[in-house]
């Protein structure tokens, strides 16, 4: 009996204690989650954010879902799904301050765009991290929080208001065409290749010297519209004889022009490469399109061509007044619309300095920037391109359309923003110096020549530039002077250029 009493008293201890192991070891694990996970809130009150706040509630390992905020005074005091709405001030950075909160959960374009940039710019200054859910529309959306939760990037937090491609002339503009697209690998050409693709074109032809870019858009182009025909011509534009091949091949009805170099140093010291490419590349692809009957003919440009300080500006501006002034030479004017196009900075482009800062920024600093008030216009790519379509189909050719490009930004203050996004701190974490401006660079770029005006179109984000039209005969003879000449210096092919851009403005350097 003793033996069996001693086996029961012996195999309950042993239970019970292991049943208080396991509570003790919850208990303990309970705890260090709880102090790991930080508290989060949401702005705003609808059904796309009651759905987040359930996955929240569902899924709660990663932050504590401590309220809502949201700016109708009639829900504060209120809960949703247990949790409290916080609705007594119109200042949601103060409620996040006072509540000391971290993480916030932010609906693009649920508050109006000038204060949901403020409540950007004021979470960065305070170091509290915003996220933009991914979210399924729909009223059974299911989110997995650890997946869908991103933070804003630096061309969220520069947005603007989103635009669309609605306008039917667009769509049927492009439609069941054959278009080919000249730098159709870059940052813009490949960005037109894939807006394009949308459009139900007949045929995309994408043309390219960079092989690599070239293999690595079709890649992407074959995977996301397995069923558009695309073809892709490893072509260089100065090369005409190959670029007449491809004409004859395909018989684009639309061409859009978007090769060029763009790299202001580095053309700089290969001045010539400028003139081949930016001007005579141009002159190659411009002829062969009316030589062969294309309908429309839209030449990508730059603000840099505006009043020049760079031998790549002042090569984009000859190439601007060349094309205009070929297509006011036309007998026939209806027979091809040449229509240009000339935007700011684009981010996240191969040229761009937001590429330059993320690398600088991973590398733990510092961050290089020219000069302290330096500043640039900047657009995303996808917005560029859409306004480059849309451009592509407005005027009777001949126009010069310039692009609302919003307020310049001053680049020290973008390396500030991208530090801040990066989790840390300017100027103690990483910091910022400045290495002086470059051969050729501006402290800041024009859209508009002094003496020009706009015109306004039915887009309010396109304006035409009244830019003065040159005589065609009088290009094609400074284009024979130029092509007929091999210039030794910097200085002596500036000296021929200032006879057709005679704003072109010469720094210190090239005066020397």
């Known amino acids: ?84 709405v916080i609705a007594k001030s119109n200042s949601i950075i103060a409620i996040l301050r006072f509540n000391k909160i971290k993480h916030v959960v932010l609906i693009k374009n649920f508050l109006p765009e000038k204060e949901e940039l403020e409540l950007l710019e004021d979470c960065l200054k305070y170091n509290i991290n915003v996220y933009n859910p991914k979210l399924v529309s729909g009223f059974n959306t299911t989110v997995n929080t650890a997946k869908s939760l991103k933070k804003y990037t630096i061309e969220e937090l520069m947005f603007r208001e989103t635009i669309s491609i609605d306008n039917p002339s667009v769509i049927n503009t492009f439609s069941n065409k054959t278009v080919l697209v000249t730098g159709g690998a870059g940052s813009i050409g490949s960005e037109i290749v894939n807006q394009l693709a949308k459009l139900n074109p007949e045929r995309i032809v994408v043309l390219d010297q960079a092989e690599t870019p070239l293999n690595s858009i079709q890649l992407t182009i074959s995977a996301a519209f397995p069923r558009i025909k695309c073809e892709y011509e490893l072509v260089d534009v100065t090369n005409r004889n190959e670029l007449q091949a491809v004409f004859n091949k395909y018989k684009p009805e639309v061409v859009f022009h978007a090769a060029a170099y763009k790299h202001v140093p580095v053309l700089e010291t290969n001045f010539m490469q400028a003139v081949k490419v930016n001007i005579f590349g141009t002159k190659n692809v411009m002829d062969l399109a009316f030589e062969f009957e294309v309908k429309r003919f839209v030449f990508v440009s730059t603000d840099k061509a505006v009043n020049p300080t760079n031998v790549m500006g002042a090569s984009k501006r000859i190439a601007e007044i060349m094309v205009q002034s070929r297509f006011n030479a036309q007998t026939d004017a209806t027979k091809t619309q040449i229509i240009t196009t000339r935007f700011g900075n684009v981010l996240g482009s ?97 859209l508009l020549a002094d003496t020009s005006k706009t015109l306004p179109t039915y887009h309010p984000k396109i304006m035409i530039a009244q830019d003065p039209v040159y005589c065609y005969e009088k290009v094609q003879t400074f284009l024979d002077k130029l092509n007929g000449n091999s210039y030794a210096t910097k200085q002596d092919l500036i000296t021929v250029l200032l006879e057709m851009v005679p704003e072109f403005i010469q720094t210190p350097q090239e005066v020397e």
């Open 350 to 446: 191969n040229g761009s300095v937001v590429n330059l800062f993320e690398k600088q920024i991973k590398e733990g600093g510092p961050i290089t920037v020219t000069h302290p008030d330096i500043n640039r216009f900047f657009m995303t790519i996808p917005e560029a391109c859409k306004l480059v379509l849309e451009a592509g189909t407005m005027g009777a050719g001949g126009e010069i359309y310039i692009f609302d490009m919003g307020k310049p930004i001053r680049i020290k203050d973008l390396a500030e923003k991208m530090i801040r996004l990066s989790g840390k701190e300017p100027y103690k974490d990483i910091d910022i110096v400045y290495t002086g401006l470059r051969p050729g660079e501006k402290l800041y770029e024009e």
């Open 1 to 84: 009996m003793t033996v069996f009493f001693s086996s029961i008293v012996i195999f309950f201890a042993l239970v019970t204690f292991r049943i208080f192991v396991k509570t003790l070891f919850k208990y303990l694990s309970g705890t260090i989650e709880q102090k790991a996970v930080d508290n989060l809130a949401i702005i705003g009150v609808n059904s796309t954010t009651i759905a987040l706040a359930e996955a929240f509630l569902s899924d709660n390992a990663m932050y504590h879902l401590s309220f809502f905020i949201d700016k109708n005074k009639y829900l504060n005091g209120k809960k949703v799904l247990g949790i409290p």
